[in-house]
């Protein structure tokens, strides 16, 4: 609420959110299903595939490069940059930020929450090797699917440098 209070009365980069006139017979009407749009769009992947950030979900010759944090698709996403009448609003690049995400899709071996760092941190990754069986009670030591709740098979495996399509 105290978002869209902002956005209501200052708004950004002079856009507002409209809610309405003064018009007794449809202008608060028109707020109302104004906000019912925006919740519902925001919450629409929320609510369908529990996610609050993004999955790794674009394969490159079946695999899942863990590159993919760095953009999808072909894009870049440090690459990102606003327009000069937004620019006020863009954050610096951290180049010493690590950071994990929460997010996985709920498929057998879906790959794991997306993760960035320094390459002093990650040099190269890998793949999500979707095909790993990671639960081996048996194996010495044992072994469990522990990257996230539910997880059935797959690993992050770093043994080989993998590119996502924008290289």
Known sequence: VAGLRIMYEDGVAGKHFYLGNNDASSGRLYGLANIAAFLGQS????????????????????????????????????NYHCHNHECHMECKVDPKMSIKGVTHAKWYGAPGPMFCGPTSEYPTVGVWDYTYNCHNPWADPPEYCEEYEGQKAGRYDNSRVVENRNG
């Open 43 to 78: 919450t629409k992947e929320t609510i369908q595939y529990d996610a609050c950030d993004d999955n790794s979900w674009d394969s490159l010759d079946m695999e899942y490069p863990l590159s993919n944090a760095c953009g999808q698709l072909g894009q870049s996403y440090q």
